[in-house]
Structure formats: C-alpha cells, structure tokens
T-cell receptor, first 115, second 111 residues
Framework: GESVGLHLPTLSVQEGDNSIINCAYS??????FIWYKQESGKGPQFIID?????DKRQGQRVTVLLNKTVKHLSLQIAATQPGDSAVYFC??????????????FGQGTILTVHP | NAGVTQTPKFRVLKTGQSMTLLCAQD?????MYWYRQDPGMGLRLIHY???????AKGEVPDGYNVSRLKKQNFLLGLESAAPSQTSVYFC??????????FGPGTRLTVT
C-alpha cells in the first residue's frame, strides 16, 4: 500500500530558532493530514491538522503547509523551546471507502532543542 | 476525565502465552483503535472499531483479535504470543478521524 514518509529522521536546533519538519506522502488521493507529537514514554498528541482543500493552516506557534503538487507536507514550529523536543509524526487519511477513519503514519522525525 | 487509559503498562510474556490488553475511554467516543509501534517506525494500525459491537481489520491484524462489547472498552487479545509481537501498543479513541486521542501505551516483551 501507499505510505507516508519523512525526509529527515533527526533535527537539532537551538532554542529560539524556527524548526521545519518535512513529510512526503505518496497517495495523491489522501485528503486529510495530521501532525502528532510524541514525547518519550507517552502516546502521540495531536498538534494540528489540514485538509487537502487548504494550503496552509496556523495554530499556536505551529504552521502546517501542504503542497499537493509535489505531495509534500511540512510542520513549522516558531521560537522552538526545549519542551518541543520530541518525535514528530505526520499521518494521512483517505476519506470514504474502506479506509475511513484509518490513519497511515510516517516513521517520525526526532526533534532535539538545545538550550 | 481520565481520557484514554491502558492496562497493563508493562508485560513480559513467554512465547505461546496469551494475554489481553484493555483500553478504556470516558469521552463517549464512537471510534477506537489499536496500534503497534516498533523502533524506527511509525504507528501501524492493528484493528479498529467504529462503534459498540463492531470491529474491523487494520494494516497488521494477524495474530491479534479484538472485541468491543461496551462502547467505552476496546480489548486486544494475543492468543499465542510470538517474539515478533514485542512492541509498544497504543490505543486511541475519537469522535471521528479528525482527532484521535492516544493512551499512554503498553510495553510488551515476548521472550
């Protein structure tokens, strides 16, 4: 089956810098994407989502960009803080049919923020 | 609200033993999911349920069974554990696919 993948498995940044985490997806029919944050020893936590009819969506300190032409998704974190250190996953979903409600996750990117 | 809870947190099994993982949610969610997470990999869907009394296979269902007898509970069973089932198991629930709330995970080791 088609899958979601990440370009960079690790990312190290200095506190206060902006972080960009990338994700490539292969299923052009996917119409909903989510970013999750997973801290060590915990379950994934929802950060932000975006539908395929949007190019950009902003939250608190986070922005998700979707480029459907090249099937690319990115998560931007502004003024990165040590508490942002975690593994970040993108996930995709295809509405309708037998895959409704099922998310396909990428392998994850480890973000490390240095004080 | 406790959110999504999982029991147990840790378990060690010998090959061939059986066990049941319990997931409970107090948010009245219709959808519930079981995932496994292996090192260096994202979460993979094992089974899911779109409502009480219903279950469906996910991406990696072999070797697992599930039941959703009550809306708030989703059980994952391993009938005959194998070392390949060593993993961290996450349960999630939600009102739809828009948001899935995850539990803290169960770390299972099969020797």
């Amino acid at each position: 089956g088609e899958s979601v993948g990440l370009h960079l498995p690790t990312l190290s940044v200095q506190e206060g810098d902006n972080s960009i985490i990338n994700c490539a997806y292969s299923n052009s029919a996917s119409d909903y994407f989510i970013w999750y944050k997973q801290e060590s020893g915990k379950g994934p936590q929802f950060i932000i989502d975006i539908r395929s009819n949007m190019d950009k969506r902003q939250g608190q300190r986070v922005t998700v960009l979707l480029n459907k032409t090249v099937k690319h998704l990115s998560l931007q974190i502004a003024a990165t803080q040590p508490g942002d250190s975690a593994v970040y996953f993108c996930a995709e979903n295809l509405f309708g049919g037998t895959s409704y409600g099922k998310l396909t996750f990428g392998q994850g990117t480890i973000l490390t923020v240095h004080p | 609200n406790a959110g999504v809870t999982q029991t147990p947190k840790f378990r060690v099994l010998k090959t061939g033993q059986s066990m049941t993982l319990l997931c409970a949610q107090d948010m009245n969610h219709e959808y519930m999911y079981w995932y496994r997470q292996d090192p260096g990999m994202g979460l993979r869907l094992i089974h899911y349920s779109v409502g009480e009394g219903t279950t469906a296979k996910g991406e990696v269902p072999d070797g697992y069974n599930v039941s959703r007898l009550k809306k708030q509970n989703f059980l994952l069973g391993l009938e005959s554990a194998a070392p390949s089932q060593t993993s961290v198991y996450f349960c999630a629930s939600g009102t739809s696919v828009y948001e899935q709330y995850f539990g803290p995970g169960t770390r299972l080791t099969v020797t």
